[in-house]
């Protein structure tokens, strides 16, 4: 009787084993990806950035004018306003999308028409005012 209820614990203890193996193998490996610091390589493309900033133009344009007016901007987002191109405090649909994907364009490097991650985090840290200046510095030497 005692033999039965041991072999009964063993058996349930060995089903719960099996059952923590199995999503204790999907937790490692979602723990090893996490360690490797894996993160998928994104990649945009003009028409897919283009699309991006239209809905966000949709979202700040409130009053859906097609203008982003001063009380519309979005409070300490100097980029924005950047895109005045004419000085008059409102950014129109099209100094919008021109602006923007001229940002896409100083982002893709290679001119492939997409921008990677590596891509966005190269021009994130250059400083497109300073570019380099080969003949200024064959000048120099
Ligand atoms: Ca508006
Ligand atoms: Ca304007
Ligand atoms: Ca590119």
Known sequence: ???????LALGTALLATACNNHSEEKREADQRAAAAGFVPPSV???VDFGGMMDRRFRTLDRDGNDIITDN???SGNS??????????????HSEFSEGTLNWFDRMDLNRDGAVTSEERESSRTERPTTPTN???LNNAN
């Not at 980029?79 to 129109?92: H, P, S």
């Open 1 to 7: 009787m005692r033999l039965a209820t041991i072999g």
């Open 44 to 46: 945009t493309s003009r």
């Open 72 to 74: 519309e901007m979005p």
């Open 79 to 92: 980029r924005i306003r950047e895109l005045d191109r004419n000085g008059d405090g409102e950014v129109t």
């Open 134 to 136: 080969p003949v200024a």
